[in-house]
Structures are given as structure tokens and as C-alpha cells.
């Protein structure tokens, strides 16, 4: 029955041919309307220069070595976030003190956004990658903490039960029952902070952007805005974009190997 | 005598914090046997259940003493091992093997080749050797009770604790897997003490049935069960028809009132 159909229409059954359809009809549309309504190119260059010139850049390494450094302190900053929201999620779960303290400090905290606290960082921690790994740390901190903290409290009475019966108590059960029992929470907790993060640093990399050899990708289109390289500023977003989408595919990955295996996605 | 006290429950009372404050157990007393089956029954909110919790460690008791073997018991403990009613008592990240060897290790029973050799001998022995590797959303209900039996016995437990453990099954796989229980129990003769509230799960399980009454949880008769092995006896149909009697009498409303407002 598929088979008798025009090759065109088989395409469109397929979700992700559809999508790839659709985003070449897009670029060309850009190309065109770029080509016909004659925009210069330092306001939108055609798709075509940008492709160039994103190949140029990863030919001679400057992207990548932007794109490296930006993702080197992400995950940094990201995995300290992890780390403290675990720390601060067992100590809630564990003691009421500790379940009054993320309340306070996530109710401070939480609605304070990450590059509200760069000025501070910069004074800190000066011109350097700590000041960013810092404000990603703790952009990603509260996030993470609400979501473990949740995880943590709706871990299965049964479970926890079956873990006291076999003798755990105190961080031990944390760790052995509650933490996995919280992946669900965890994952998209991380997902959440993994996406604050990403706008946090490139925010915080066009701001002042550490220079050098350690510069990030912010750094990169800000430098190709100053010069007035418009290609090089779009094929910095394309980047961004592109380590966006790996990023996505990345976590459901994750999710596809550990929550969707053990049958625990909510 | 002596071997009367192995499990024994004194003047126990148990009561959940309020605000108001619930006394579900008063004054319960009663002895359990080495390896004897011992069942208990009520209404539901009898506090059947708190009892056992009590019992697992899980819960303390606010008056009277229960010792095991004539210690007193303060916390849950792997001797202890409880199989509950809930389908999902399971690690869902562990395969149905690696439940039982998690289980093994952490309580020190065995570690290694050995905890795997036995960790399958005991699912061998419920009859769920081939789902070894599969993990625990991948079993139906009844598979699921099977291997919280096997995790418990692997632990060689003392005291096995069973929490409605056929509750939630379709009526032909309960009965299937009493029998089976009662198979394991010819082959491994461990103390059982089982909950549950259906008439003829705990006159066939039962070598002792102990009648609750609710408001507060209390003992209202103890009956011996052990000349019954059978279903479809004269005898079974008798200590049958006498708990239903028991259970299904209409509740003395007056003493339910002056037990609520006494605590």
C-alpha cells in the first residue's frame, strides 16, 4: 500500500524525513529571500556564507576551541550543581533542619537568575573562568536541588521499607534507594539546569568574556560582532544551536538507557 | 515452654501521633513458635498490619515489649524480612537477580559467586528461575510476590513477615500461590507470621489464627488451626464458617466510643 505511493508523500510518513524537508525548504527560502530582497551581508548573510565560514572556523580550530572551553566550564558548573543539589537534597530529606534550610535558600535564591550574580563573581573571582564556572554552579544549583528534594520525597514508601528491612538507614539508604528511585526527578532537574546554564554562560561570556586562549563562544560571536563579521556571528548561534541539539539527544539517551530500561519514566 | 517464646508480644499498645493521637493497638499479647505458621486476621483498620509493622521494627510501641528470641526488637532488621503487599517492592534498577543479590551483599549474608549461586538457587526454588534477568516491570503480580518470597528466604530470615502478600492477586493465582507457600514451608520450616484478611487464607496457611477486633486492635479469640491441611474438609469448612461468624459480628459501638475519646 506505501509502497504505491509517490515518493514525495512516503517521505512525509516519515517524522524525522518531514523535519529534514522541512528545514532544507526553510534555509532555502532564507537563501533566496537574502539573494532576491538584496540584504547586505553584515545585517543577515546568505545560509550558504555562514556554512563557509563555520567550516573555515572549524578547520583552523577557533570554534572549536570556543565551543571546548564554553562546554568544558558548563559541565563544570553543571556537575558542581549536581553535586551541592544532592548534598543539599539529602541533608533536607535526613534532618528538618536541613528541609528548612533549602527552603530558605531556594526561596532567596531560586528567583535570583545566575547572571544577576556575575558582577559579584567577576569581583570574587576576577576576570576568569572561576567567576563563570561559579555562576553556572549556581545557576544550576536550585534547579537541581527542587528537583532531587522532590524525587527524594516521592521515593515509593514500599522501597524505602524494603531498604530499612535490609538494614539501611540514614545516607546509606539515600544513596542506595533514594537517589536512584529520584532518577527520574534528577534527569530533569538536569535537563533544566543543563539549559540554564547554556544561556547563564553565553550571557555571561558576552559580557566580558574570558580572552585568550580560554575564550569561549560568546567571546567568539562578540569578537565577530565587534569586527563586524556578521557570518562568523551566525555561525556562532548555528553552534550554540547544533551543541543544544546533541545536548538534547544526549539526555534522552540517558533516559532511554536507565529510567526507560528500569520502567520508572513517569 | 521455653520454645513457646520464641516471638513474644506482651501487653503491646501502639498508638500514631496526632493531633488527635490513634491508639490502634491496646494490651495485645501473644507467642509464636519456631517454625510455626502463625496467622493474623481482622477487619480492615484492626491494626493487623501495625502489628506486623511493629513486629518488622518499622513502628514502636508505645507499651508492653516484643522480643525475638528474648531480645527486645528496636529496629527493621534482615532477619526480619517482610514481603509486602505492594506489587512494586522491588528495585526497579536492579534486574530480578540483581534484587536479590543487592539483598545478599548489603546484609552481609553472602557476597560473590556465593550470593549469585544463591540468589538463583531461591528463585529456582519459587519457580521464577527464567525471569532472572529480567527486570521488575518486565513481571506480572504474581511473579512479583514470587520473588519478594525468594529475596526473603534467601536472607535465611528468623521471622518471616508476610504483609497480605496474596492480597492484590486474581482469586485462582492466590490459590496457587498459598500452595506454593505452603511447599515452601514442608521444605524450609520457617517461622511465619502472615496478615491478611480472607477466612480461608488463614485457616489453609495457619497453623494458629489470631482474630482481631478493631477500635482499638485487640485480641479477640485465638484459635488452633494445625489439624487442617486440607481445603474441602468437613473440619476447614467448620473453623471456617466459626471465623466468619467471629469476623462479621456487628461492632460494639458503645466500647468503640469510649476507646476513642479515652486516648
Known amino acids: ?266 | 515452654m521455653l520454645e513457646k517464646r520464641f516471638l513474644a508480644l506482651e501487653q503491646v499498645s501502639i498508638a500514631y501521633p496526632g493531633p488527635p493521637p490513634f491508639l490502634a493497638v491496646k494490651d495485645i499479647s501473644f507467642t509464636v513458635e519456631k517454625g510455626e505458621r502463625f496467622v493474623i486476621i481482622g477487619p480492615s483498620g484492626c491494626g493487623k498490619t501495625t502489628v506486623l509493622k511493629a513486629i518488622g521494627g518499622f513502628l514502636h510501641p508505645i507499651g508492653g515489649s516484643i522480643t525475638l528470641e528474648g531480645r527486645p526488637i528496636r529496629d527493621p532488621g534482615p532477619e526480619r524480612p517482610m514481603v509486602f503487599q505492594d506489587f512494586e517492592q522491588h528495585f526497579p534498577w536492579f534486574t530480578v537477580l540483581g534484587n536479590l543479590i543487592y539483598a545478599l551483599k548489603v546484609t552481609g549474608r553472602a557476597r560473590g559467586k556465593e550470593a549469585v549461586e544463591r540468589a538463583r538457587h531461591f528463585l529456582a526454588l519459587v519457580g521464577i528461575g527464567d525471569a532472572a534477568d529480567k527486570y521488575p516491570h518486565q513481571l506480572s503480580g504474581g511473579m512479583k510476590q514470587r520473588v519478594a518470597i525468594a529475596r526473603a528466604l534467601a536472607l535465611e530470615p528468623k521471622l518471616l513477615l508476610m504483609d497480605e502478600p496474596f492480597g492484590a492477586l486474581d482469586a485462582i493465582l492466590r490459590t496457587r500461590l498459598q500452595r506454593e507457600l505452603m511447599n515452601l514451608w514442608h521444605h524450609l520450616h520457617f517461622t511465619l507470621v502472615l496478615i491478611t484478611h480472607s477466612i480461608q487464607e488463614a485457616v489453609y496457611l495457619g497453623h494458629r489464627v489470631l482474630v482481631m477486633s478493631a477500635n482499638p486492635g485487640a485480641v479477640k479469640e485465638l484459635i488452633d488451626v494445625s489439624h487442617i491441611e486440607e481445603m474441602d474438609t468437613r473440619d476447614f469448612a467448620e473453623v471456617t464458617a466459626h471465623l466468619r461468624h467471629l469476623l462479621v459480628q456487628p461492632r460494639e459501638l458503645v466500647k468503640e466510643d469510649k476507646h476513642k475519646h479515652g486516648l
Open chain 1, 1 to 266: 500500500m506505501a509502497s504505491s505511493l509517490p515518493r514525495i508523500l512516503r517521505l512525509g510518513q516519515r517524522a524525522f524525513a518531514r523535519r529534514l524537508l522541512l528545514a532544507a525548504g526553510l534555509l532555502v527560502l532564507w537563501h533566496f529571500a537574502v539573494v532576491l530582497l538584496r540584504i547586505p551581508s553584515f545585517l543577515v548573510p546568505s545560509p550558504i556564507s555562514v556554512v563557509q565560514t563555520l567550516w573555515q572556523d572549524l578547520q583552523s580550530g577557533a570554534l572549536n576551541s570556543a565551543l571546548t572551553n564554553t562546554l568544558r566550564l558548563l559541565v563544570m558548573g553543571v556537575g558542581l550543581g549536581l553535586l551541592g543539589g544532592i548534598f543539599l537534597a539529602a541533608f533536607s530529606i535526613l534532618s528538618t533542619w536541613g528541609r528548612d534550610l533549602l527552603a530558605i535558600l531556594v526561596s532567596v535564591f531560586n528567583p535570583l537568575p545566575g547572571v544577576a550574580i556575575l558582577p559579584l563573581a567577576m569581583l570574587w573571582f576576577g576576570l576568569t573562568p572561576a567567576a563563570i564556572v561559579f555562576v553556572v554552579t549556581y545557576g544550576a544549583l536550585w534547579p537541581m536541588a527542587i528537583s532531587i528534594d522532590t524525587g527524594f520525597r516521592t521515593v515509593n514508601p514500599t522501597l524505602l521499607m524494603l531498604g530499612r528491612n535490609l538494614g539501611l538507614r540514614g545516607p546509606r539508604l539515600v544513596k542506595d534507594v533514594m537517589l536512584p528511585a529520584a532518577l527520574p526527578h534528577l534527569l530533569s532537574g538536569l535537563k533544566i539546569a543543563w539549559a540554564f546554564g547554556w544561556r547563564t554562560i553565553v550571557a555571561a561570556e558576552l559580557v566580558f568574556g574570558v580572552a585568550g586562549a580560554q575564550a569561549g563562544v560568546g567571546w567568539y560571536i562578540n569578537q565577530a560582532r565587534y569586527f563586524l563579521e556578521t557570518p562568523r556571528v551566525f555561525s556562532g548561534l548555528v553552534a550554540i544551536a547544533f551543541v543544544g541539539i546533541l545536548a538534547e539527544t544526549l539526555f534522552n539517551l540517558i533516559e532511554r538507557w536507565t529510567v526507560e530500561r528500569w520502567g520508572m519514566k513517569r
